[in-house]
């Protein structure tokens, strides 16, 4: 296991298409063993392949809606989709690929992804809150989409600091 390098907006593999992914080998296990450590290391609660420069349908996601007591866990999605979205909530977003900034972004409260693990084996989860927007934001990194073209608009560090932005009109269902 390894840490690799997040990149940053600049980088060309954040807007490519990520190519599916056929073989659920040893490489493919060691880049999502990888992005675990990646991902701790820079304490994120999500990222895709995309950001360590790898353009393949691979993702993982911090399940942090655990029961008290209990650790958050890591999803790791595999050729994801979307099959099933509800509700909406509106709030700031961040990604490791664009430190420091946050926009805020309309996303479903409720979201089911239809994925396959790492040895090819199908599975659907859903995901509520923080984990349904996270799984909303890193499979648009599948489609070569950064956050930062979506959100309404970008928050200044004093809105951040100060929760200003929830004056905005349209944010009566506020998430986090
Ligand atoms: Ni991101």
Known sequence: ?????IVTSEDA???????EVTK?????????????????????????APQVGVLRRAVIVLE??????EHPYVIELINPEIVEKS???????????????YGLVERPMEVTVRAQDRYGK??????EGLT????C????????????????????NEELETGSWMDDEDTEDVAE
Do not use: W
């Not at 296991?1 to 390098?5: E, F, H, S, T």
């Not at 942090?64 to 007591?69: I, L, M």
């Not at 890193?138 to 200044?156: K, P, Q, W, Y």
């Open 1 to 5: 296991m390894a840490l690799r390098k």
């Open 13 to 19: 593999s954040l807007y490519k298409h990520c190519r």
């Open 24 to 48: 659920f080998d040893e490489r493919l296990h060691t880049l999502l063993d990888d992005m675990r450590d990646t991902l701790e290391s820079a304490d994120g609660v999500g990222l895709a």
């Open 64 to 69: 942090t809606n655990v029961p008290e007591g």
């Open 87 to 101: 509700g909406e909530q509106y709030g700031p977003e961040g990604c490791l690929s664009v430190p420091g900034r």
């Open 122 to 127: 199908r599975f659907e989860v859903k995901g």
């Open 132 to 135: 349904a927007r996270c799984f």
């Open 137 to 156: 934001h890193e499979l648009d990194h599948l489609e070569g989409v950064v956050f930062t073209s979506i959100a309404d608009r970008m928050l200044t």
